[in-house]
């Protein structure tokens, strides 16, 4: 991945690195042939770089990744789902603006 501060979520590391995490995570469900999904990256580096430390910020590659991908539902890409305190708190399908992550995020945080 280009931006070092999105961290690659897999099957193996889903738990520890999301559902344990101590601060919001934002999850990318996403997949490389997908053209939508690719747009959305510079979106998701610009938030991880902007926040930091104060959240977690991630991709799941749902062709790599089944076990994840059937656990959540996903059906559609890309899909953005904050996680709190190991819990979904919100989702978004399609692509979506800042503005409107970047909101959802910090009022998980709240």
């Known amino acids: 991945m280009a931006?070092?501060?999105?961290?690659?979520?897999?099957?193996?590391?889903f738990d520890s690195e999301v559902l344990s995490s101590?601060?919001?995570?934002?999850v990318d469900f996403w997949?490389?042939?997908?053209?939508?999904?690719?747009?959305?990256?510079?979106?998701?580096?610009?938030?991880?770089?902007?926040?930091?430390a104060a959240v977690k910020v991630g991709k799941?590659?749902?062709d790599a990744n089944r076990e994840v991908t059937m656990k959540y539902g996903i059906t559609a890409i890309p899909?953005?789902?904050i996680f709190k305190d190991g819990k979904p708190v919100r989702t978004f399908v399609g692509l979506h603006k800042?503005?409107?992550?970047?909101?959802?995020?910090?009022?998980a945080a709240g």
């Open 3 to 13: 931006n070092a501060m999105v961290k690659e979520f897999t099957d193996a590391n």
């Open 22 to 26: 101590s601060t919001p995570v934002l």
């Open 31 to 52: 997949a490389e042939w997908c053209m939508p999904c690719r747009s959305l990256g510079p979106i998701i580096d610009a938030i991880a770089t902007e926040k930091g």
């Open 60 to 62: 799941v590659d749902i």
């Open 79 to 81: 899909t953005i789902m």
């Open 98 to 107: 800042k503005e409107g992550l970047v909101a959802a995020l910090e009022q």
